[in-house]
């Protein structure tokens, strides 16, 4: 009994300990970047994360996101919160300067067809790749087997089941394309099959 109550004490003195550490990290992140971020991300370091995966430098992941097995990242890279990488059905490789926004999954495994069969079937399993310069929406799944091209954007809340060319735009569920991009006096411009046409480098009005 009196062991329980130590124990119970001592747990109690390290909750506090924690927690008036995060609202600390948390006001001085308010202060100095105007955000408010879950424990595990205000207390991690992004680019030190990254670094111990082995990935390239600059790039960064948040801690809230989920690494399993073999997963390859470039330079400056941004992974963001809630991602989850599921390398473990062959390899995931992401190239540089690639922004993979909150909550995407990236598969290279399902288990569709042994559910299906009653298990009878195999998992299915198949490497990612995404090349560099290349934009995934926010809530976007990227099933296995999937190429994504160099310079491509896929829309938030889309299902990519299918390679996509390099410089191209795809959105829905199925994802198919919705446009191109193109290079206007140096700049990316997204130009849409429907004939609109957004400089993404543009404030917003």
Not at 52 to 78: C, D, H, K, M, P
Not at 88 to 104: K, Y
Not at 111 to 124: H, Y
Not at 164 to 173: A, H, K
């Amino acid at each position: 009994m009196v062991q329980h109550w130590i124990d119970a004490t001592l747990n109690d003195t390290f909750a506090t300990k924690l927690k008036k550490a995060y609202e600390l990290r948390d006001a001085e992140l308010m202060s100095d970047f105007g955000r408010s971020l879950p424990m595990q991300d205000a207390m991690d370091d992004r680019w030190s994360r990254a670094k111990r995966l082995g990935f390239g430098t600059g790039t960064s992941i948040y801690n809230s996101a989920v690494v399993f097995q073999s997963v390859r990242v470039g330079r400056e890279t941004w992974i963001g919160p809630y991602v989850l990488l599921d390398g473990s059905g062959g390899g995931i490789e992401i190239g540089d300067t690639c922004s993979i926004s909150a909550s995407v999954h990236i598969y290279t495994h399902d288990t569709i067809g042994w559910a299906l069969s009653g298990g009878k079937r195999a998992t299915r399993k198949a490497p990612v790749k995404i090349g560099s310069c290349t934009y995934i929406g926010s809530q976007s799944v990227i099933g296995a087997g999937v190429k994504i091209g160099t310079r491509c954007v896929v829309s938030a809340n889309s299902f990519v089941n299918h390679e996509v060319p390099d410089s191209t735009i795809v959105g829905g569920n199925p994802a198919r394309r919705i446009g191109i991009v193109e290079f206007r006096d140096g700049e990316p411009v997204l130009v849409f099959d429907n004939g609109s046409v957004t400089a993404v480098t543009a404030e917003l009005e």
